[in-house]
């Protein structure tokens, strides 16, 4: 891979993603369903501006476009974008949980699987083939989530959820690259924005008063959702996906060594060996972007959690 101001934006993107634990951890003592309001609120208010006052043209193209479809159309684009705003509102809710209340080394294993369980998930519902190679890391993930379940059912059973919610929102947005993709978020955003406002009165705790919460939250919707978010898009403007879905694999691996040295998390032998094993399927799916002087396949196309 030649060096250039893409693969930099791609890796810089994952890079920022890979300390996310630094933001959130301090919210420890605050519900996962309202980091998960404030998150999302503050976070369309953000774009929304961002959509308003630096892509107004882009809007109008999108919406020209949208009104041109035809009805069938137009209705796969509203579900495909609604349904993954589920998808995604979901993902984010389960990732804040497991980060705060299981363990940092259970929401850095989720994106370790992600990719993999994306693929298969993608040969099963898309009909995408997965060549030998592929399979064969996918079975050895499988065997690694065996062994991390012997003793550590609950870790392996939350990092599922966050990866099977996260690989069905790529699934589900695969068949929606029509529109702009910033635009598509903004719109899942305001979307889970207003299903959640009926129930914030009656779910919400008090509201925060800690200056800690909004620097936090700041840092989060700011430095770990649209800053990535852009690097993420604009990456994808100069090279394939497939490499920038290898680069996937330096969020959780950072996270993995930050809950190892940095929040003291014990790791045993067997998950170890576990981790390990799923490192060893990492590269021998991705073997033929790895190992290709020329890479000419784009498994999946992946975005900003």
Not at 136 to 143: E, K, P, Q
Not at 164 to 174: D, E, G, K, P
Request: net charge positive.
């Amino acid at each position: 891979m030649r060096l250039n101001k893409y693969y930099s934006a791609a890796f810089l993107a994952f890079f920022i993603w890979g300390f996310f634990s630094l933001a959130l951890k301090p919210l420890y003592n605050y519900s996962s369903l309202d980091i998960l309001f404030y998150r999302v609120f503050f976070s369309v208010v953000v774009m929304v501006l961002i959509n308003l006052v630096f892509r107004k043209k882009v809007i109008q193209k999108d919406w020209n476009y949208f009104t041109n479809m035809n009805a069938k159309q137009k209705r796969n684009v509203v579900l495909l974008t609604l349904g993954g705003g589920v998808f995604l509102s979901l993902n984010w809710f389960v990732f804040i949980y497991v980060m705060n209340n299981v363990s940092v080394k259970a929401a850095s294993l989720a994106y370790l699987i992600c990719p993999i369980l994306t693929t298969v998930l993608a040969f099963f519902i898309l009909n995408e083939r997965l060549s030998k190679w592929q399979w064969l890391a996918v079975s050895i993930s499988a065997l690694s989530c065996v062994l991390l379940s012997i003793n550590y059912f609950e870790s392996i059973f939350y990092s599922l959820i966050v990866a099977a919610t996260y690989a069905m929102y790529l699934v589900s947005q695969r068949k929606n690259s029509q529109m702009d993709k910033f635009l598509v978020l903004t719109v899942q955003l305001i979307f889970i924005a207003l299903v959640l406002l009926p129930f914030y009165p009656v779910l919400s705790g008090p509201v925060p008063t800690e200056p800690l919460f909004y620097v936090c939250l700041f840092a989060i919707v700011l430095f770990f959702t649209i800053i990535p978010l852009f690097l993420n898009l604009y990456a994808l403007k100069g090279i394939n996906s497939s490499a920038v879905g290898i680069m996937i694999y330096i969020n959780p691996i950072i996270g993995f060594l930050l809950a190892i040295f940095f929040y003291n998390e014990e790791v045993s032998f067997l998950q170890g060996f576990s981790y390990f094993l799923i490192f060893i399927s990492v590269l021998i799916f991705n073997e033929r972007v790895l190992f290709a002087k020329k890479m000419k396949i784009a498994p999946s196309e992946i975005e900003g959690f």
